[in-house]
């Protein structure tokens, strides 16, 4: 038997959508419900009470809003709104993503399941497509899916068998650079677990914690890795100076990118040998951290002038874990994961630069407890910096432009929502690089503070002070 043309009844087709939310048939009677028992004075109180209660939050802590309430009911608008009925239909329609039935005549069109806005400017869809339609019909028509959403860009990616994710990024939330990071005053406004380098997509101060955390930051060329070394530098200026902070530095570039600070410096490698030396001495001070803290009995060090905390941080990452001499890259990748295990208690910490963040280029990547992702050149890259599933959850890396105006800006997966954040981190200028060097370079340990005086002999206790004296008077006078 032929098929039927006829299409199912529109009747049917609102039965099977309540069917599938039942949540939005339950709303209309529990509505008549509260009505008749409560009475509609009653009822119009509480819901202006309700809405009185979420705008008082929205105004009055904008922080727990924004992480618990404002993804939730951007959602649920923008679905509405946006993502559903005519206006959706005419989106993709103009943007030839609909089929017509051949059996029945009626237009087909993806359909979209899912909407999740975790961040103001971000929007997540999964979508399912017309039977028939595969990514690639998506990726073709992403120019013009932009200009119709009224969107700064558009990337899809295939989630499962006729279902694909579309991420929708409304808006650039960063049109301009970002001041360098502020040195603080004192030690004493310093916080290595909340280094303030930057802001986020919702107004908030970026912040990078340091002390107990082992830290990778991808980029591309340009990306602005440079902000994220000198920022945090400058952000804990003040301990460097008073010594409760000791950076070893290996510049893997030939000491191009770190020269200006070298002042700051407890050691420096600019070279494969050297640095090998580098991290030979780093993994020798935490094991002996360890034994002190055996010694002491105590399981976390703390952070005195005795026991500074301790910070490695190496640019270009896979010259020493990929590309150096094969024997070398074995030594290194061996001490960097004994160091990247042992080290949090120790107080020892590592920060990694690197382009590319496979592991055959960084085979100790899991090791390091917090990655972020600047810009990168494939969408690869995104997953493999920040977990699985980053990129379709909102964290567009590869579609950050590579040119200077960008730089800087990149995503950092929240610990606690688990999704991806926007940010942009400080330029930091070679006049402030100096400006660092100058305020923050570390004192020795007994300067002298009315600056050097005469030398004097050292007196001989062979004759009677008294006498030495005199004589020495009537010689002079002589």
């Given at each position: 038997?032929?098929?039927?043309?006829?299409?199912?009844?529109?009747?049917?087709?609102?039965?099977?959508?309540?069917?599938?939310?039942?949540?939005?048939?339950?709303?209309?009677?529990?509505?008549?419900?509260?009505?008749?028992?409560?009475?509609?004075?009653?009822?119009?109180?509480g819901l202006g009470g309700l809405v009185g209660a979420v705008v008082v939050w929205w105004r009055a802590h904008p922080a727990s809003f924004d992480r618990?309430?404002?993804?939730?009911?951007?959602?649920?608008?923008?679905?509405?709104?946006?993502?559903?009925?005519?206006?959706?239909?005419?989106?993709?329609?103009?943007?030839?993503?609909?089929?017509?039935?051949?059996?029945?005549?009626?237009?087909?069109?993806?359909?979209?399941?899912?909407?999740?806005?975790?961040?103001?400017?971000?929007?997540?869809?999964?979508?399912?497509?017309?039977?028939?339609?595969?990514?690639?019909?998506?990726?073709?028509?992403?120019?013009?899916?932009?200009?119709?959403?009224g969107a700064h860009q558009v990337a899809v990616s295939r989630t499962r068998p006729g279902v694909v994710t579309v991420i929708v990024e409304r808006q650039?939330?960063?049109?301009?650079?970002?001041?360098?990071?502020?040195?603080?005053?004192?030690?004493?406004?310093?916080?290595?677990?909340?280094?303030?380098?930057?802001?986020?997509?919702?107004?908030?101060?970026?912040?990078?914690?340091?002390?107990?955390?082992?830290?990778?930051?991808?980029?591309?060329?340009?990306?602005?890795?440079?902000?994220?070394?000198?920022?945090?530098?400058?952000?804990?200026?003040?301990?460097?100076?008073?010594?409760?902070?000791?950076?070893?530095?290996?510049?893997?570039?030939?000491?191009?990118?770190?020269?200006?600070?070298?002042?700051?410096?407890?050691?420096?490698?600019?070279?494969?040998?050297?640095?090998?030396?580098?991290?030979?001495?780093?993994?020798?001070?935490?094991?002996?951290?360890?034994?002190?803290?055996?010694?002491?009995?105590?399981?976390?060090?703390?952070?005195?002038?005795?026991?500074?905390?301790?910070?490695?941080?190496?640019?270009?990452?896979?010259?020493?874990?990929?590309?150096?001499?094969?024997?070398?890259?074995?030594?290194?990748?061996?001490?960097?994961?004994?160091?990247?295990?042992?080290?949090?208690?120790?107080?020892?910490?590592?920060?990694?630069?690197?382009?590319?963040?496979?592991?055959?280029?960084?085979?100790?990547?899991?090791?390091?407890?917090?990655?972020?992702?600047?810009?990168?050149?494939?969408?690869?890259?995104?997953?493999?910096?920040?977990?699985?599933?980053?990129?379709?959850?909102?964290?567009?890396?590869?579609?950050?432009?590579?040119?200077?105006?960008?730089?800087?800006?990149?995503?950092?997966?929240?610990?606690?929502?688990?999704?991806?954040?926007?940010?942009?981190?400080?330029?930091?200028?070679?006049?402030?690089?100096?400006?660092?060097?100058?305020?923050?370079?570390?004192?020795?340990?007994?300067?002298?503070?009315?600056?050097?005086?005469?030398?004097?002999?050292?007196?001989?206790?062979?004759?009677?002070?008294?006498?030495?004296?005199?004589?020495?008077?009537?010689?002079?006078?002589?």
């Amino acid at each position: 038997m032929r098929g039927s043309t006829r299409p199912t009844g529109q009747e049917i087709r609102v039965v099977v959508w309540l069917l599938r939310h039942p949540a939005w048939a339950l709303v209309p009677v529990f509505g008549l419900w509260a009505v008749v028992v409560w009475g509609a004075t009653a009822v119009l109180s509480g819901l202006g009470g309700l809405v009185g209660a979420v705008v008082v939050w929205w105004r009055a802590h904008p922080a727990s809003f924004d992480r618990w309430a404002a993804p939730r009911v951007r959602s649920v608008w923008r679905r509405w709104t946006v993502y559903r009925g005519r206006r959706w239909r005419g989106v993709v329609e103009d943007c030839e993503l609909t089929r017509d039935n051949r059996r029945t005549g009626e237009l087909l069109y993806p359909r979209v399941l899912r909407v999740r806005s975790a961040t103001p400017s971000i929007d997540t869809l999964t979508v399912r497509v017309v039977r028939g339609q595969d990514p690639a019909a998506f990726t073709e028509r992403l120019p013009a899916l932009a200009d119709a959403l009224g969107a700064h860009q558009v990337a899809v990616s295939r989630t499962r068998p006729g279902v694909v994710t579309v991420i929708v990024e409304r808006q650039m939330p960063f049109a301009r650079a970002l001041d360098a990071p502020a040195i603080p005053s004192t030690s004493a406004d310093v916080d290595l677990r909340a280094l303030d380098v930057g802001d986020t997509e919702y107004g908030q101060p970026f912040l990078i914690r340091i002390q107990g955390k082992q830290v990778l930051v991808v980029g591309g060329s340009g990306a602005g890795k440079g902000s994220l070394l000198w920022g945090p530098l400058r952000a804990m200026g003040p301990m460097i100076r008073d010594g409760l902070v000791r950076v070893w530095m290996i510049d893997l570039k030939g000491g191009t990118e770190t020269d200006r600070g070298e002042p700051l410096f407890h050691r420096w490698a600019t070279t494969f040998d050297d640095a090998l030396a580098v991290l030979t001495d780093f993994r020798d001070s935490m094991v002996a951290r360890q034994a002190w803290m055996r010694e002491q009995k105590v399981r976390q060090a703390p952070i005195t002038a005795d026991t500074p905390y301790e910070l490695l941080m190496i640019d270009e990452l896979a010259m020493l874990t990929a590309y150096g001499d094969r024997s070398g890259v074995r030594q290194a990748l061996a001490l960097l994961a004994e160091i990247l295990t042992q080290a949090r208690a120790a107080g020892h910490s590592v920060i990694g630069y690197v382009q590319e963040p496979s592991k055959d280029v960084v085979d100790v990547r899991e090791l390091f407890t917090t990655r972020i992702c600047l810009g990168v050149t494939a969408a690869s890259h995104v997953d493999m910096a920040l977990g699985d599933g980053a990129r379709d959850r909102g964290a567009l890396a590869d579609q950050i432009p590579g040119d200077e105006a960008h730089a800087g800006i990149g995503f950092v997966i929240d610990p606690t929502t688990r999704l991806p954040v926007r940010f942009r981190a400080g330029w930091v200028t070679d006049t402030e690089i100096d400006e660092l060097a100058a305020r923050c370079a570390p004192r020795p340990a007994h300067e002298p503070d009315d600056g050097p005086g005469d030398v004097l002999p050292f007196p001989h206790p062979d004759h009677d002070t008294d006498s030495d004296t005199g004589e020495a008077g009537e010689e002079h006078a002589s």
